[in-house]
């Protein structure tokens, strides 16, 4: 099976910087996904991490490091839209790479 | 990305009802998969929807309760059957394009069964 671990909630305020951890513990890994979540809406796909580093989008960007069962996902210039759960869900190799997600973690951005 | 329609968007039903849910997608995709996300939850995968043949289910869930068709490559169906309370969810449609692609979801079924 796969342990995937966020913390369950944080706040941060408006204009700063989050950085929200992923640990996962699995065999055959394949690849790390990122998915942001708004209440009572469907996930939307933020980003991707395959290979270890750092891949940047815009105000967001999202760190792997396979050795270590990492990832985080940083986001930037923190605005209240940015307010919603952001999932993190690991694929694995060797079948049909469908990801398995973590439980999720709430960010609650204040003014 | 593929455009994903689900519906009904949302129902309220009784014990022992069934409800099919539907997905239809604008683009042939390879891949497309039911989800359930109960209440605080995140995402469980229910099953893999297979083009022509029988869907291939996640441990804890079955065919008779959770029976689902994919006729073609951009349609599926999932019927939760004879629903309890604690059938109570979000259903969640969600295609890829293949090993690797990232999901893409519907925008999810609301159900909540009394």
């Known amino acids: 099976g796969q342990n995937i671990d966020q913390p369950t909630e944080m706040t941060a305020t408006e204009g700063a910087i989050v950085q929200i951890n992923c640990t996962y513990q699995?065999?055959?890994?394949?690849?790390l996904f990122w998915y942001q979540q708004h209440a009572g809406e469907a996930p939307t796909f933020l980003s991707y991490?395959?290979?270890?580093g750092l891949e940047e989008k815009g105000r967001f960007s999202s760190f792997l490091s396979r050795s270590k069962g990492y990832s985080y996902l940083l986001l930037k210039e923190l605005q209240m839209k940015d307010s919603a759960s952001y999932l993190c869900a690991v694929s694995k190799t060797g079948g049909s790479y469908i990801p398995t997600f973590g439980r999720g973690t709430s960010l609650i951005v204040h003014p | 990305s593929a455009v994903i329609s689900q519906k009904p968007s949302r129902d309220i039903c009784q014990r022992g009802t069934s409800l099919t849910i539907q997905c239809q997608v604008d683009?042939?995709?390879?891949?497309m998969f039911w989800y359930r996300q109960q209440p605080g939850q995140s995402l469980t995968l229910i099953a893999t929807a297979n083009q022509g043949s029988e869907a291939t289910y996640e441990s804890g869930f079955v065919i008779d309760k959770f029976p689902i068709s994919r006729p073609n490559l951009t349609f599926s169906t999932l019927t939760v059957s004879n629903m309890s309370p604690e059938d109570s969810s979000i259903y969640l449609c969600s295609v890829a394009g293949g090993p690797n692609s990232p999901l893409h979801f519907g925008n999810g079924t609301r159900l909540t069964v009394t």
């Open positions: 699995t065999s055959g890994f394949n690849g």
């Open positions: 683009s042939q995709v390879t891949m």
């Open positions: 991490n395959v290979l270890d």
